[in-house]
């Protein structure tokens, strides 16, 4: 809540590049999970997949960390957590139960970081291009739903994560946070269509 007891909210906007390295080792693994979110452009599996109880193993504990790097404060690890040496300080796996999981990222470290790299930059120039837009994107917004609804927002908060999907939308992703695809955000109308019913839900 904001001085005075009215409702406030909070709207984080970011391409993190821990979210972006764990979609891109979901696609070079080929993990399946989430299967509701749509695969990132241009990039696809890469090596021999892995004997089919392995590769669910690989799976499980895919799901486990992506949860952990999306909302870490709702998905806490129950055990300690060690870097993984070839992603620096970028990888953090739990101790044990992700023995699998560390040794298939293993090999793709270096094009992970690259393309980590190059889709947070595109985030961040096109984001400036946007000229300090993004506060005003979601106030509009939430002014209209407040028009709406004849009261104040409720006070909530909302990350947003702008990735390079192949299909153009919005998806939640955690228990408040949704992925946005970059050319949906490139996009202000549409974008303006497309996050209102997130924000209604929130509001």
């Known amino acids: ?47 021999a997949r892995l004997e089919m109880d392995d590769h669910d193993l690989l799976e499980r504990q895919w799901r486990a960390w992506w949860a952990m790097t999306v909302e870490p404060e709702v998905h806490p690890s129950p055990v300690p957590l060690e870097l993984v040496d070839a992603y620096g300080t970028e990888v953090a796996l739990p101790v044990s139960d992700a023995e699998i999981l560390a040794a298939a990222i293993v090999p793709h470290a270096e ?45 909530f908060e909302l990350n947003v994560e ?27 109308s549409a974008f303006d269509d497309a996050i209102h019913p997130i924000i209604a839900e929130l509001a």
Do not use: F, K
């Not at 891109?24 to 990132?40: D, K, T």
């Not at 190059?118 to 106030?139: I, K, M, V």
């Not at 702008?162 to 202000?188: C, E, H, K, N, Y």
């Open 1 to 47: 809540m904001s001085a005075g007891g009215t409702p406030s909210w909070v709207i984080r906007e970011n391409a993190s590049r821990s979210v972006l390295l764990a979609l891109y080792l979901r696609e070079v693994l080929g993990i399946a999970s989430p299967v509701e979110l749509p695969r990132l452009r241009d990039v696809g599996p890469v090596g």
């Open 162 to 188: 702008v990735v390079p999907l192949a299909t153009q939308g919005v998806w939640w992703i955690g228990a408040m946070t949704v992925a946005v695809t970059d050319t949906l955000r490139s996009d202000a």
């Open 111 to 155: 094009a992970a970081r690259a393309w980590a790299d190059w889709a947070h930059q595109n985030y961040r120039t096109a984001s400036a291009s946007r000229r300090g837009d993004s506060y005003r994107a979601y106030a509009g917004t939430i002014a209209e739903h407040e028009r709406e609804v004849g009261r104040r927002a409720h006070s």
